[in-house]
């Protein structure tokens, strides 16, 4: 059987050297394609995401975004309640609605 090694890295594999297997380097144009195709796609999730946030965040009314804020923060509920002067099922609301419009799923 023969198991052949491709690295787009110049250093050999230690498992490779030890058992003196072939290892083949890509093409410089090869592996340099590679690495940037990955960077484009990091690069567009990253503004896909952005852009998800930004278009799901429009939809978000102000008491959400106070009560959220709050809570982000790591403040209690009832002190949330307590500094908005709302009721803890208002607050709950507010909670629920936020994270069903930015599509955020808690298991």
């Known amino acids: 059987m023969t198991v052949l090694f491709c690295s787009t890295s110049p250093p050999v594999p230690v498992s490779a050297r030890e058992r003196q297997l072939p290892v083949v380097q890509p093409p410089s144009s090869l592996s340099g394609g590679i690495g940037r195709s990955a960077a484009k796609r990091a690069a567009r999730a990253e503004?896909?995401?952005?852009?998800?946030?930004?278009?799901?965040?429009?939809?978000i009314t102000p008491r959400e975004r106070e009560v959220m804020a709050l809570v982000v923060t790591g403040m209690a509920n009832k002190r949330t309640v307590d500094k908005?002067?709302?009721?803890?099922?208002?607050?709950?609301?507010?909670?629920?609605?936020?994270?069903?419009k930015m599509q955020i799923r808690v298991r």
């Open 47 to 59: 503004q896909y995401q952005l852009y998800r946030v930004r278009l799901l965040s429009g939809r």
């Open 84 to 100: 908005l002067g709302i009721s803890e099922k208002s607050n709950r609301i507010h909670r629920v609605r936020f994270m069903d």
